[in-house]
């Protein structure tokens, strides 16, 4: 009975070490994914600030354009 308890705990060290990596690869896409997701973020924000502006400008323009 011990050479099969040893043989199943090796077989289940192994694949408990093996999730384990596959976990930590996961988890530092995961960091990847985070940061790439907050970087674009902040630049669709960038935009929006910058066509704000814009839409405001084409606004003022139009009313001058209709005073005109």
Do not use: C, D, N, W
Not at 36 to 49: D, M, T
């Amino acid at each position: 009975m011990q050479p099969l308890q040893h043989a199943l705990f090796r077989q289940l060290t192994r694949a408990h070490e093996r999730l384990t990596l596959a976990l930590r690869e996961k988890e530092s896409g995961l960091t990847s994914v985070k940061k790439k997701r907050e970087a674009i973020g902040v630049e669709l924000y960038s935009f929006q600030q910058g066509l704000a502006k814009l839409q405001l400008q084409l606004e003022t323009t139009h009313g001058m354009h209709a005073i005109v």
